[in-house]
């Protein structure tokens, strides 16, 4: 590849990160400004050390970087940004960056493609489901699903277990009939329903629930059976960090920005025979048979987010696919939770301890008042976003796939420590 000089004022040489050792890959990137009787043009010229400097290794980029729990958007994994950082500027050879590609050209088109396979092969999707890479975050789906899936007319089913279910529910009331047939609010949602006493609508088109509350930290373990109708699940917080038997569900959704890459990505698993039936004033973006006919590429999609979490699935199958995934993770907040617990009431976790979340562990301080210094101290050993959401308060660390157990115990050794200095 090779970039011509023009008349320059400015030449900034910039490592071509596709090839790191050779040193003819250094384009000089060039702009022009208009010269000023305030302004004397300078000429930037980066010498040998540039020209020779490796961008940053892992090894050293660890260093700078910190412990971020925050629960999305999130952290993601080293291996990937530093995959991401050395594709930025021109992917495989295309002489562009991802960002720069057509949304319909064969390069984004083989991103696309194997960001779905993978993802398949992930989660054993099957062949009569259809995957979509969408915009508008879960939140857009809370009004895309009854749109979808019933009429105004139709009843539907919600399980209440946190915020996040409720905002779903609410939306929905524009849309149909839904029905709140258990709600967690009056014990602060720190529970799951059994599934034996859900007092199901005969007649629901849809049972919809959040396999994962954030904010609260309650997951479901297992998933009720829809009486009628099909399952739907919000998997936003935990999509990925475990294995999921697909076909329980009519449709799965989950924004992207926690567990599988940045924000702007919101990914649809829906059962094919559920598509088609949208309300008539649904609008074009919102409707799945829009998206399914096209490949997810009706209008121009998130290409970059989507290229990131194609490379998330990538990591993720090397990993070994879901099953290593979950087991990382369930030890990971395993010794989270035991430090709570072993803390003598100290920390407390709220939540039932059959259903605590493997992704995100709220807890707070039997002394609240220390709850800012825990934050603050925690912050200057590059531990941070530890505060809990500003409707519960206390604290919450996200622990989602990227987050290393190297985080996990680095929290764990400073929370001792913290309650040896002022229990
Ligand atoms: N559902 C869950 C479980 C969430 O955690 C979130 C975001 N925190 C949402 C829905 C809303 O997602 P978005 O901001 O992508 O619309």
Redesign the pocket.
């Known amino acids: 590849m090779s970039m011509s000089m023009a008349t320059s004022n400015h030449t900034l040489f910039l490592h071509n990160p596709t090839n790191l050792t050779n040193t003819t890959n250094l384009f000089p990137i060039t702009t022009t400004r208009t010269a000023t009787t305030t302004f004397k043009p300078i000429s930037i010229k980066c010498t040998a050390t540039t020209r020779t400097q490796a961008p940053p290794q892992a090894s050293t980029q660890f260093q700078d970087r910190v412990f971020n729990f925050a629960?999305?958007p999130a952290t993601l994994p080293e291996n990937v940004l530093l995959k991401a950082q050395s594709e930025l500027y021109n992917w495989r050879g295309s002489g562009m960056s991802v960002m720069e590609m057509s949304h319909r050209g064969k390069e984004f088109l083989s991103i696309i493609q194997k960001a779905e396979s993978d993802l398949r092969t992930l989660l054993n999707i099957p062949s009569e489901y259809s995957v979509l890479f969408l915009q508008?975050?879960?939140?857009?789906q809370?009004a895309a699903i009854p749109l979808n899936l019933c009429t105004p007319q139709d009843t539907v089913d919600y399980v209440v277990t946190g915020s996040?279910s409720d905002?779903?529910f609410k939306e929905a009331q524009k849309y149909c009939k839904p029905k709140v047939i258990w709600s967690g609010k009056s014990e602060k949602y720190t529970k799951i329903p059994s599934f034996s006493g859900l007092n199901q609508s005969t007649d629901a088109r849809y049972l919809h629930i959040?396999a994962?509350?954030?904010?609260h930290g309650v997951e479901f373990k297992d998933y009720p059976t829809p009486k009628n109708g099909v399952l739907v699940a919000?998997m936003?917080?935990n999509f990925c960090s475990k294995p999921v038997d697909v076909s329980r569900f009519g449709l799965i959704y989950a924004?992207a920005?926690?567990n599988v890459g940045p924000?702007g990505v919101?990914i649809v698993i829906i059962r094919k025979d559920l598509i088609g039936n949208a309300q008539g004033l649904t609008p074009v973006m919102l409707d799945y048979k829009i998206h399914d006919e096209n490949n997810s590429l009706y209008n121009t999609p998130p290409c970059y987010g989507i290229y990131m979490c194609g490379l998330v699935f990538e990591d993720l199958v090397e990993q070994g696919g879901l099953k290593e995934v979950e087991k990382k993770n369930k030890k990971k907040a395993e010794i989270l939770y035991n430090a709570i617990d072993d803390s003598k009431g100290f920390f407390r976790c709220p939540v039932d301890k059959s259903v605590r979340s493997l992704m995100n562990v709220p807890f707070t301080l039997e002394k609240a008042e220390l709850e800012v210094e825990f934050i603050k101290e925690a912050a200057k050993e590059k531990m941070v976003q530890l505060k809990g959401h500003r409707s519960v308060g206390g604290m919450r660390a996200s622990i989602y796939n990227a987050m290393p157990l190297a985080g996990v115990e680095k929290l764990v050794a400073f929370m001792k420590d913290f309650q040896a200095r002022h229990a």
Not at 136 to 140: Q, W, Y
Not at 212 to 215: G, K, R, V
């Open positions: 629960a999305g508008g975050g879960a939140t857009t809370f996040w905002k779903a959040c994962n509350e954030t904010i919000d936003s917080s924004g920005q926690k924000s919101t």
